[in-house]
């Protein structure tokens, strides 16, 4: 790939190959496969009319009742791109995610919808403005915090990545990892 690079207004521009297109598509789309709100870790609600009303009613029964709060995710990805407002309390966590997971699920999709709609089907020329650029670093920060969580990637990444044997199969999700990190240093760069 070839480094972002800044453009007048703003943005940022940049190069990719087929297969580094390919590769970003392919993970922000499994982000955004698990942030849907029947995504994996985070099962349908109800579509009976009888769970929609208890549901309603739990919604507007107010703080005091917090049965139509969401649990925070077992999923150890969703719980870090959803993380707990307040780790030492649980029920005010559970309140914090009752008020602000829907929208938070929400912003991230659509920072990764924005990356899906501007990367080149086939690789080549990317032109981002200001606000696409942005989206873009969100994107890349919720794929880079996945991969890390199902790499159990520590802050000695560097020292983790070198005791994998060329042979091991977790080498290539960390060269991944450490590609991902360097596109993200180059459109923050760009920025700057």
Same mark, same amino acid.
């Given at each position: 790939? +070839? @480094? !972002?690079?800044?453009t007048r207004g703003g943005g940022a521009r940049a190069t990719l190959r @087929? /297969? +580094?297109a390919d590769l970003l598509r392919n993970l922000v789309g499994q982000v955004v496969s698990l942030l849907a709100p029947d995504g994996p870790g985070n099962p349908s609600p109800a579509r009976d009319d009888d769970a929609l009303l208890a549901r309603l009613d739990a919604e507007l029964s107010g703080p005091a009742q917090a049965p139509g709060a969401p +649990? /925070? @995710?077992e999923d150890p990805v969703l719980s870090r791109l959803l993380p707990d407002g307040y780790r030492d309390d649980p029920e005010a966590s559970q309140e914090f995610r009752r008020y602000t997971e829907s929208s938070l699920r929400s912003a991230k999709q659509e920072a990764a919808q924005v990356m899906l709609d501007t990367l080149p089907g086939d690789g080549g020329r990317i032109r981002l403005n200001s606000d696409q650029a942005q989206a873009w670093l969100k994107a890349l920060n919720d794929v880079r915090l996945a991969l890390g969580v199902r790499?159990?990637?520590t802050e000695e990444f560097e020292s983790q990545w070198d005791q994998l044997g060329a042979d091991d199969p977790q080498r290539a999700a !960390? +060269?991944?990892? /450490?590609w991902l990190g360097a596109v993200q240093e180059s459109l923050v760069q760009a920025l700057a």
């Amino acid at each position: 790939m +070839e @480094p !972002f690079r800044s453009t007048r207004g703003g943005g940022a521009r940049a190069t990719l190959r @087929p /297969a +580094e297109a390919d590769l970003l598509r392919n993970l922000v789309g499994q982000v955004v496969s698990l942030l849907a709100p029947d995504g994996p870790g985070n099962p349908s609600p109800a579509r009976d009319d009888d769970a929609l009303l208890a549901r309603l009613d739990a919604e507007l029964s107010g703080p005091a009742q917090a049965p139509g709060a969401p +649990e /925070a @995710p077992e999923d150890p990805v969703l719980s870090r791109l959803l993380p707990d407002g307040y780790r030492d309390d649980p029920e005010a966590s559970q309140e914090f995610r009752r008020y602000t997971e829907s929208s938070l699920r929400s912003a991230k999709q659509e920072a990764a919808q924005v990356m899906l709609d501007t990367l080149p089907g086939d690789g080549g020329r990317i032109r981002l403005n200001s606000d696409q650029a942005q989206a873009w670093l969100k994107a890349l920060n919720d794929v880079r915090l996945a991969l890390g969580v199902r790499l159990n990637v520590t802050e000695e990444f560097e020292s983790q990545w070198d005791q994998l044997g060329a042979d091991d199969p977790q080498r290539a999700a !960390f +060269e991944v990892y /450490a590609w991902l990190g360097a596109v993200q240093e180059s459109l923050v760069q760009a920025l700057a």
